[in-house]
């Protein structure tokens, strides 16, 4: 057998398990920014919340992991519902405002979390078969990144369905396009904001429910995500089908230049890439099929 052949093997289905967890982080981003044209600078801290809220449902109240997934869910979901109804939905016609409404909101919230957790690292506990390696021939992954893989392939499909096949999907769109023709519909683009935004501040907890049994949680542990959420939403052009090409394809070349070289010099390659492919394609891998206004 040529283990050469195989490492490489090896690092492709890694670079699948990266795709889908930079994808998971980048999905609320996208559907926030694809819907509403808000830059939400807060998705970072959104996803530490998810981290912050699944240590707690464990430590405190005894939450399985597996339980604790969709509560983050829920809690980051209603928070960012929060967000939007007190500070967000007064800015929409200010992009630059927003901009820096939801940075300050991002400092207040690890700010706050740093004043009730301390800056000690928290950890999650995960079920001892998600701790295990599966093997597929000469191949191997951990079980716990063929779940994130599932998840994301889950999820991507679940909102493919809402955004295409239902009628809240058409009222998403039909705000996107033109809110003023949807209003004229008696269609309430408030209203879709506002679900919107805490929609995909729900996917921002779920990912830090992930990402928190990836890693340690800490009150900064965001910062690196939001810059990996941005990256596959720009380099995606701000649809959900980008988001995915992009997300499998960073993780892919980020995954294989690590087996050929090392992985900080991999994120370095990576970067310098996808500024190239922006300098000749501003608009991303799929450009949006129509102006939002």
């Not at 990266?18 to 999905?27: C, D, E, M, V, Y």
């Not at 889950?154 to 369905?161: D, I, P, R, T």
């Not at 900064?220 to 939001?226: A, F, K, Q």
């Not at 370095?268 to 500024?275: A, G, Q, Y």
Request: with cysteine; proline share 2%.
């Amino acid at each position: 057998m040529d283990y050469s052949w195989v490492t490489f093997a090896n690092a492709l289905l890694l670079g699948l398990s990266i795709g889908s967890i930079w994808l998971i982080a980048a999905l609320g981003l996208t559907i926030i920014y694809g819907t509403a044209g808000v830059i939400n600078m807060a998705h970072g801290e959104l996803i530490m919340l998810g981290a912050y809220s699944a240590y707690c449902l464990q430590t405190y109240l005894g939450v399985s992991y597996l339980l604790c997934i969709p509560l983050s869910f829920v809690i980051v979901a209603l928070f960012g519902l929060v967000i939007e109804r007190v500070l967000i939905r007064y800015l929409y016609a200010r992009p630059l405002d927003t901009l820096l409404a939801t940075w300050g909101v991002s400092l207040v919230l690890m700010q706050g979390v740093r004043m009730i957790f301390g800056n000690d690292p928290k950890y999650i506990n995960m079920p001892q078969f998600l701790s295990s390696n599966v093997s597929f021939g000469p191949l191997s992954l951990s079980a716990f990144r063929i779940l994130i893989i599932a998840m994301t392939a889950v999820l991507v499909g679940a909102f493919w369905y809402v955004f295409y096949r239902t009628h809240f999907g058409i009222k998403i769109r039909a705000v996107t396009q033109n809110k003023e023709m949807a209003a004229s519909f008696g269609i309430n683009s408030q209203r879709i904001y506002m679900l919107t935004f805490a929609l995909g501040a729900g996917l921002a907890g779920l990912a830090g429910s992930l990402f928190a049994a990836l890693s340690i949680v800490l009150p900064n542990m965001g910062t690196g995500y939001i810059v990996q959420s941005f990256l596959v939403v720009v380099t995606g052009g701000g649809s959900l089908l980008g988001s995915v090409a992009a997300g499998a394809l960073t993780g892919e070349i980020q995954s294989v230049l690590a087996y050929l070289i090392n992985d900080t010099f991999a994120r370095f390659m990576l970067f310098i890439l996808i500024v190239v492919f922006l300098r000749f394609r501003p608009q991303g891998l799929f450009s949006a099929g129509a102006t939002r206004r």
